[in-house]
C-alpha cells in the first residue's frame, strides 16, 4: 500500500504491474484486448440456439415472519437437472435448482437465511453486494460442513480453524444462519459459494442464485415489475459426453485447489446459459421490460448488444447497476460486462416491429458463444404501465476533498507465487489495509491483465481509468469493476457500520481461487 501516490507515480505503477505480470507467462498472450482465459470444449452434443424458453428462478417464500424479520430456509444438495435436452446433469444447487431460488427482501426488513449443507463438500455463502456484518458475509474460512456423518470427515480435511482476522465467524457443522440486515438501498444482488480455494468449481457446478432488495423509492418511479421485471443469470458453461459440468480440476477429488496450469488464467465455456437454460428463448410483449443482467461467469467477460437495433439506438436503457438506481438512466447501444458486474437495463419492445426475433448478441465471444437468448415479440400490442424517468435517485457523491488516506493495490501475476496482490498470495488473517469507518479513502487498483475486482461491505464510486474520467459503465454505486489489461482505476470508498474482516479480490474465480485475495479490516 502506498499514500499519496501521484499521477504520475500512478502510471509508472501500472506500467510496472505489466512488466511483473510478463514474468510468469513468457510467450502467452495475457494481454488480448476481449477475454481472459481458455475455452474448454465440450464433450457432449449440444442444442440449437433458441430452442428452449427461458426460465425464471421460483421466488423463495420466508418459512416464517416476525414485524422485523423474514426467515429462509435454504438446503444446499445435490440435484440431476435437464440442462441440455436429452441429458442429465448432476448440479449443486441451492434447494434444487439451478439458479437458485430468488431471494426477495425489503430494504430496512432483516432476512436471515439458514443455510443447510447436504453436499459432499464445505460450502462458505457470500450475499454479493450485501451490506453485512462479517460474522454473515461469507469469510472464506467460514464453512459450512456437510451436514450428517460427512461432517465430520470434512472437518478433518479443512485444516481446522484458520488464524481469522477480527470478526470471522469460524467453521460451523451441517447449518449456519447468514443476518442480512438490509440496510441498504433497492438493488440486484447474488449469493453464491465463496469458500478458499474451490470457489470456482462450486459456483460452476450452480451454486449461485438472486438476492433481489426493493424499496419505496424505486417502487415510486413505476419502472416495470412482476413478469416484466426478469433476473437474467449469464454463465458459461462446458458440459461431459454424459452431460455433467466439464470443469478442468487439478484434482478431481477436491483434496487439493486449483485447475490445470493451461486454465488458470479463466476457465471459460462453450454453452452459453441464461437461468440455467442454453442459449433460451422468451416471448416479449410489445412493452417497456427490466432485465436485471448478472454475469454469473467464472472469467467470461460479455459486451451484451441487440440484434436488430431499434431504429435511433440506444436500446439498452441503464436505470441500475451493483449498488441499486442510476441518478438518471443512460442509453447504451451494448454493455461490457465483466464476472460479478450487474446492469439493471429497461427495454421498449414496442421500439421492434411485430413478430420481430431480437436476439441478445454478445461480441466478445467466438463460435456459438456469440449468441445469448432471444426475444420473440409479439404481434399485438399490450397496456403499457411502465416509464422511465429522466431522474431516478438522488446519489451522494463522496467528496475526495475529504479522503485521509489513498491506497494501491497491484493485481498481478507472480513468477514464484502466481496470481497476487500486492505481490503477496493470499493469506488468511493478514489485512492489507485497516481502514476507519466513516471515512473516505481513495483505493487504486493497478492491473496486469484484466480483472474485474470485487470489494466487500459497502460500495464504491468509480472516479478515474488511466488518468482519465470514469468509463462509460462507471455510473453510480459499484463493487465490482472490471479494470482492463495494463490499466489502472481509482475509487472513493468509505466502509460503515460493521467492523470487521472483509475481503478484496479478483472475480475471476480462477484468479480467486488461486490466491489473488487480500483481507481488510474495519475498525
Same mark, same amino acid.
Given at each position: 500500500m502506498t499514500r499519496g501516490v501521484s499521477r504520475r507515480g500512478f502510471l509508472g505503477l501500472t506500467g510496472a504491474a505489466v512488466a511483473l505480470g510478463a514474468v510468469g507467462f513468457a510467450g502467452r498472450d495475457l494481454l488480448r484486448p476481449g477475454q481472459p482465459g481458455l475455452v474448454l470444449q465440450s464433450q457432449a452434443a449440444l442444442p440449437g440456439r433458441?430452442?428452449?424458453?427461458?426460465?425464471?428462478?421460483?421466488? +423463495?417464500?420466508?418459512?416464517?415472519?416476525?414485524?422485523?424479520t423474514d426467515y429462509f430456509d435454504v438446503v444446499q444438495q445435490v440435484a440431476d437437472l435437464e440442462i441440455l435436452p436429452g441429458l442429465r446433469t448432476e !448440479? $449443486? /444447487?441451492?434447494?434444487?435448482?439451478?439458479?437458485?431460488?430468488?431471494?426477495?427482501?425489503?430494504?430496512?426488513?432483516?432476512?436471515?437465511?439458514?443455510?443447510?449443507?447436504?453436499?459432499?463438500?464445505?460450502?462458505?455463502?457470500?450475499?454479493?453486494?450485501?451490506?453485512?456484518? &462479517?460474522?454473515? @458475509?461469507?469469510?472464506?474460512? @467460514?464453512?459450512? +460442513?456437510?451436514?450428517?456423518?460427512? *461432517?465430520?470427515? !470434512?472437518?478433518?480435511? &479443512?485444516?481446522?480453524?484458520?488464524?481469522?482476522?477480527?470478526?470471522? &465467524?469460524?467453521?460451523?457443522?451441517g447449518r449456519r444462519d447468514y443476518t442480512y440486515p438490509m440496510e441498504q438501498r433497492a438493488a440486484t444482488l447474488w449469493y453464491h459459494d465463496h469458500r478458499h480455494g474451490f470457489t470456482g468449481p462450486a459456483v460452476w457446478r450452480g451454486l449461485a442464485g438472486f438476492h433481489l432488495v426493493h424499496d419505496d423509492a424505486e417502487d415510486d418511479l413505476h419502472l416495470p415489475v412482476g413478469d416484466r421485471d426478469i433476473p437474467l443469470m449469464i454463465a458459461d458453461r462446458s458440459f461431459a459426453a454424459d452431460g455433467g459440468f466439464h470443469y478442468p480440476l487439478v @484434482?478431481?477429488?477436491? !483434496?487439493?485447489?486449483?485447475?490445470?496450469?493451461?486454465?488458470?488464467?479463466?476457465? +471459460?465455456? @462453450?454453452?452459453? +446459459?441464461?437461468?440455467? &437454460?442454453? $442459449?433460451?428463448?422468451?416471448?416479449?410483449?410489445?412493452?417497456?421490460?427490466?432485465?436485471?443482467?448478472?454475469?454469473?461467469?467464472?472469467?467470461?467477460?460479455?459486451?451484451?448488444?441487440?440484434?436488430?437495433?431499434?431504429?435511433?439506438g440506444g436500446a439498452l436503457v441503464q436505470v441500475g447497476g451493483d449498488g441499486g438506481l442510476l441518478a438518471r438512466p443512460i442509453a447504451h447501444d451494448a454493455i461490457d460486462i465483466a464476472p460479478g458486474e450487474r446492469f439493471d437495463v429497461v427495454v421498449d419492445f414496442a421500439r421492434f416491429a411485430p413478430g420481430t426475433r431480437v436476439r441478445l448478441l454478445n461480441r466478445?465471444?467466438? *463460435?456459438? /458463444?456469440?449468441?445469448?437468448?432471444?426475444?420473440?415479440?409479439?404481434?399485438?400490442?399490450?397496456?403499457?404501465? !411502465?416509464?422511465?424517468?429522466?431522474?431516478?435517485?438522488?446519489?451522494?457523491?463522496?467528496?475526495?476533498?475529504?479522503? /485521509?488516506?489513498?491506497?494501491?493495490?497491484?493485481?498481478?501475476?507472480?513468477?514464484?507465487?502466481? $496470481?497476487?496482490?500486492?505481490?503477496?498470495?493470499?493469506?488468511?488473517?493478514?489485512?492489507?489495509?485497516?481502514p476507519?469507518?466513516?471515512?473516505?479513502?481513495? $483505493?487504486?487498483?493497478?492491473?496486469?491483465?484484466?480483472?474485474?475486482?470485487?470489494?466487500?461491505?459497502?460500495?464504491?464510486?468509480?472516479?478515474?481509468?488511466?488518468?482519465? *474520467?470514469p468509463g462509460p459503465y462507471d455510473a453510480g454505486w459499484k463493487d465490482t469493476v472490471d479494470v482492463r489489461p495494463a490499466g489502472g482505476v481509482e475509487v472513493a470508498v468509505r466502509f460503515t457500520d460493521y467492523a470487521g474482516a472483509f475481503m478484496l479480490h479478483c472475480h475471476n474465480l480462477e484468479h480467486e481461487d488461486m490466491a489473488m485475495m487480500a483481507d481488510f479490516v474495519t475498525e
Open positions: 433458441f430452442e428452449v424458453p427461458l426460465p425464471v428462478p421460483p421466488v +423463495l417464500r420466508p418459512t416464517r415472519s416476525t414485524g422485523t !448440479a $449443486w /444447487t441451492y434447494g434444487g435448482s439451478f439458479p437458485g431460488p430468488t431471494i426477495v427482501s425489503r430494504s430496512g426488513r432483516r432476512a436471515v437465511v439458514r443455510h443447510r449443507n447436504e453436499l459432499p463438500q464445505p460450502t462458505v455463502v457470500h450475499l454479493h453486494g450485501g451490506h453485512t456484518p &462479517a460474522e454473515s @458475509d461469507g469469510y472464506p474460512m @467460514d464453512l459450512i +460442513l456437510p451436514a450428517g456423518p460427512a *461432517g465430520s470427515a !470434512a472437518e478433518g480435511s &479443512a485444516g481446522g480453524h484458520a488464524e481469522h482476522a477480527d470478526g470471522a &465467524a469460524g467453521s460451523a457443522v @484434482d478431481p477429488s477436491m !483434496a487439493e485447489h486449483g485447475v490445470e496450469d493451461r486454465y488458470m488464467d479463466g476457465v +471459460l465455456g @462453450d454453452v452459453v +446459459l441464461v437461468n440455467g &437454460a442454453p $442459449w433460451p428463448a422468451l416471448d416479449v410483449d410489445r412493452v417497456r421490460y427490466r432485465l436485471r443482467f448478472l454475469n454469473g461467469s467464472n472469467a467470461r467477460r460479455y459486451r451484451l448488444e441487440l440484434d436488430p437495433q431499434p431504429s435511433g466478445l465471444g467466438e *463460435g456459438r /458463444t456469440t449468441e445469448v437468448m432471444c426475444f420473440d415479440v409479439s404481434s399485438g400490442r399490450s397496456e403499457e404501465d !411502465a416509464q422511465v424517468p429522466e431522474r431516478l435517485s438522488s446519489i451522494e457523491r463522496l467528496d475526495l476533498s475529504r479522503a /485521509t488516506t489513498t491506497r494501491t493495490f497491484q493485481f498481478q501475476l507472480s513468477a514464484h507465487h502466481g $496470481w497476487t496482490i500486492n505481490g503477496e498470495p493470499y493469506r488468511p488473517g493478514r489485512p492489507l489495509a485497516r476507519r469507518l466513516g471515512d473516505i479513502e481513495v $483505493w487504486r487498483f493497478i492491473t496486469d491483465v484484466h480483472h474485474p475486482v470485487h470489494v466487500h461491505l459497502d460500495p464504491f464510486q468509480v472516479v478515474g481509468r488511466n488518468n482519465r *474520467g
